[in-house]
């Protein structure tokens, strides 16, 4: 279970870390994109799902663009305080493996 979730927690670092340097690049050129029409009502869902992530998305990068120094210091802090907490979680979850062995 301890393992399963540092993977989570080490996953969830990769996207934050990659989301951040994504944001810190300059913008490109908007390409045009085609779409083509599907017939059943999953289009509309899954193209209202899209517009809601793709504004998702540009609130968070403009959210980035203005505050990125207090949102790097924020995610640090907050790496910082849970480890002591979340410490002796994993050192018990250690232990009663090795026990268990």
């Known amino acids: 279970m301890g393992t399963l979730f540092l993977i989570i927690c ?5 996207f ?5 340097i ?8 908007v ?15 899954s193209a209202a799902g899209r517009r809601f992530l793709a504004h ?6 403009e959210f980035l663009s203005t505050h990125y120094g207090s949102a790097t210091l924020s995610l640090i802090a907050m790496a910082l ?13 250690v232990n009663q ?3 268990g062995a």
């Not at 934050?16 to 951040?20: A, E």
Request: glycine fraction near 2%; charged fraction near 20%.
């Open 10 to 14: 080490g996953v969830a670092v990769v």
């Open 16 to 20: 934050y870390v990659v989301f951040l």
């Open 22 to 29: 994504q944001c810190s690049r300059p913008p490109h050129a």
């Open 31 to 45: 390409k045009k994109v085609s779409f083509r029409k599907l017939a059943s009502n999953r289009a509309v869902d």
């Open 56 to 61: 998702l998305e540009k609130e968070m990068a």
């Open 81 to 93: 305080l849970l480890i002591p907490i979340v410490a002796p979680w994993i050192q018990n979850t």
């Open 97 to 99: 493996f090795s026990r």
